[in-house]
């Protein structure tokens, strides 16, 4: 009679880490207000048509559709300047958050503690905090978004740094390579495709954000929209919201070729 496998054993504290989830779900619906019944009135669904039915038909006049292309220009260029600022910084906190090159000579659990400060703040506090020093326009916008992103990418690159394997790098350091050099030649080239990945990912991200942040006063199609809005003029806001849309799929589109690219 052949040998049966032992049966798993029973991992009591994820049944326990399960259970409290559970709990934590039922008790979220329990504390809030849901009214689905006021969302399906007839009254409701009646408005709620009526705010839709608003937005049509677009405003195609070819002057407003010049400046929604002016301002979808200067929402990619926000997100772009604001991821390549918030690589530079996150791949050189990610050294010393990473531990590698002995941290460069500043401990590492500060520079964590910079990295989670930093992707804390969301990217519309950032703004207030932008527009208060470099008052309104593009450029708040752009800095808010590296700050944000910055954490994000540098602990992302710090992960990835402290993850690659190390056998590579110990060789050319056996055999009398700088430190500097063992790891540009050998660490490096392991995780720039990741961090690549990475970066691409947070760009996608920083579109939608930017276009958000202009609601703040912070440029581009939310600056166009929130004033389109705030005076009830609904057709030229579906173009604006279309525009986006058009930003976003366009932008994601690039990423996933790139990243196919990348990875073929």
């Given at each position: 009679?052949?040998?049966?496998?032992?049966?798993?054993?029973?991992?009591?504290?994820?049944?326990?880490?399960?259970?409290?989830?559970?709990?934590?779900?039922?008790?979220?619906?329990?504390?809030?207000?849901?009214?689905?019944?006021?969302?399906?009135?007839?009254?409701?669904?009646?408005?709620?048509?009526?705010?839709?039915?608003?937005?049509?038909?677009?405003?195609?006049?070819?002057?407003?559709?010049?400046?929604?292309?002016?301002?979808?220009?200067?929402?990619?260029?926000?997100?772009?300047?604001?991821?390549?600022?918030?690589?530079?910084?996150?791949l050189l906190l990610a050294m010393p958050a990473s531990g590698?090159?002995?941290?460069?000579?500043?401990?590492?659990?500060?520079?964590?503690?910079?990295?989670?400060?930093?992707?804390?703040?969301?990217?519309?506090?950032?703004?207030?905090?932008?527009?208060?020093?470099?008052?309104?326009?593009?450029?708040?916008?752009?800095?808010?978004?590296?700050?944000?992103?910055?954490?994000?990418?540098?602990?992302?690159?710090?992960?990835?740094?402290?993850?690659?394997?190390?056998?590579?790098?110990?060789?050319?350091?056996?055999?009398?390579?700088?430190?500097?050099?063992?790891?540009?030649?050998?660490?490096?080239?392991q995780t720039l495709p990741q961090m690549l990945s990475y970066?691409?990912?947070?760009?996608?991200?920083?579109?939608?954000?930017?276009?958000?942040?202009?609601?703040?006063?912070?440029?581009?199609?939310?600056?166009?929209?929130?004033?389109?809005?705030?005076?009830?003029?609904?057709?030229?806001?579906?173009?604006?919201?279309?525009?986006?849309?058009?930003?976003?799929?366009?932008?994601d589109a690039a990423s996933f070729a790139t990243r196919r690219?990348?990875?073929?």
């Open positions: 009679m052949s040998d049966m496998p032992a049966a798993p054993t029973r991992n009591l504290l994820g049944w326990i880490l399960a259970l409290l989830l559970a709990i934590l779900c039922a008790a979220s619906f329990y504390s809030l207000d849901l009214k689905w019944v006021e969302f399906t009135r007839p009254d409701s669904l009646r408005t709620t048509f009526e705010l839709l039915g608003g937005f049509a038909p677009p405003e195609l006049g070819m002057p407003f559709l010049r400046r929604t292309a002016n301002a979808a220009l200067e929402t990619l260029a926000m997100s772009a300047v604001g991821t390549l600022l918030a690589v530079a910084a996150g590698r090159l002995g941290g460069l000579g500043i401990p590492r659990a500060i520079v964590r503690t910079i990295l989670n400060v930093l992707r804390s703040i969301p990217e519309l506090v950032w703004a207030y905090i932008m527009l208060i020093a470099a008052g309104l326009g593009p450029f708040a916008g752009t800095l808010a978004l590296a700050a944000h992103t910055a954490g994000v990418l540098g602990r992302l690159f710090a992960d990835a740094l402290e993850n690659a394997p190390l056998h590579a790098e110990h060789s050319l350091r056996t055999n009398g390579a700088p430190a500097l050099a063992a790891f540009l030649y050998a660490t490096l080239p970066t691409l990912y947070r760009w996608e991200n920083n579109i939608r954000a930017a276009a958000v942040l202009g609601v703040v006063g912070a440029g581009g199609l939310g600056q166009m929209l929130k004033y389109h809005l705030s005076l009830f003029q609904m057709q030229p806001a579906a173009t604006v919201i279309l525009a986006m849309l058009a930003l976003v799929a366009l932008v690219w990348l990875t073929s």
